[in-house]
C-alpha cells in the first residue's frame, strides 16, 4: 500500500452490516498532499453481494471488466463526484477497491477519475481468494 502511495501505517477497520449483507472494510489515507489536502483516500471493501446484484444496484454507472482473468465491474462515481470503484467477484460476493479524490478547490474532470485504478486494482486482486 505504501508503494501505491497509501499509509499503510493509519488503516482503519470497519464492520458494516446491512440487513442480510455484511462488508469488512480497509480505509487508507493517500500521501499525496494537493496544498496542505490529502489527495486521495482508498477503501476496499469485501462483502457477501452477488456481482450480478451490484451491477442490478448501479448498472447505470458501470461498466463490466476483468482484471487478471477476474470479471467485475468499472462503477464511475457510485457515490458521487470524484469517485471511482471496482467490483471483483470473489467465490464470498466482492471486493470492492474504491477510490476518492479530495478536492482542493479544484474539479476533477470525469475522465479521470479512474486514472491508475486499473493497476492499483491489477495489484491488489492478486491477494484476493478465489
Given at each position: 500500500?505504501?508503494?501505491?502511495?497509501?499509509?499503510?501505517?493509519?488503516?482503519?477497520?470497519?464492520?458494516?452490516?446491512?440487513?442480510?449483507?455484511?462488508?469488512?472494510?480497509?480505509?487508507?489515507?493517500?500521501?499525496?498532499?494537493?496544498?496542505?489536502?490529502?489527495?486521495?483516500?482508498?477503501?476496499?471493501l469485501s462483502?457477501?453481494?452477488?456481482?450480478?446484484?451490484?451491477?442490478?444496484?448501479?448498472?447505470?454507472?458501470?461498466?463490466?471488466?476483468?482484471v487478471?482473468?477476474?470479471?467485475?465491474?468499472?462503477?464511475?462515481?457510485?457515490?458521487?463526484?470524484?469517485?471511482?470503484?471496482?467490483?471483483?467477484?470473489?467465490?464470498?460476493?466482492?471486493v470492492?477497491?474504491?477510490?476518492?479524490?479530495?478536492?482542493?478547490?479544484?474539479?476533477?474532470?470525469?475522465?479521470?477519475?479512474?486514472?491508475?485504478?486499473?493497476?492499483?486494482?491489477?495489484?491488489?486482486?492478486?491477494?484476493?481468494?478465489?
Amino acid at each position: 500500500m505504501t508503494a501505491a502511495g497509501y499509509d499503510a501505517a493509519h488503516k482503519e477497520f470497519a464492520d458494516m452490516p446491512m440487513g442480510s449483507y455484511t462488508f469488512l472494510a480497509c480505509a487508507y489515507r493517500g500521501t499525496e498532499l494537493v496544498r496542505g489536502t490529502r489527495k486521495f483516500s482508498l477503501n476496499v471493501l469485501s462483502g457477501n453481494i452477488k456481482l450480478e446484484e451490484e451491477l442490478a444496484k448501479n448498472g447505470e454507472i458501470s461498466t463490466a471488466i476483468t482484471v487478471n482473468g477476474r470479471r467485475g465491474l468499472r462503477e464511475i462515481g457510485p457515490n458521487g463526484r470524484n469517485e471511482c470503484t471496482y467490483a471483483l467477484q470473489t467465490n464470498f460476493g466482492i471486493v470492492l477497491v474504491n477510490r476518492l479524490y479530495h478536492s482542493d478547490g479544484s474539479a476533477l474532470p470525469k475522465e479521470e477519475w479512474c486514472a491508475g485504478m486499473e493497476e492499483l486494482t491489477a495489484i491488489l486482486e492478486q491477494y484476493i481468494a478465489n
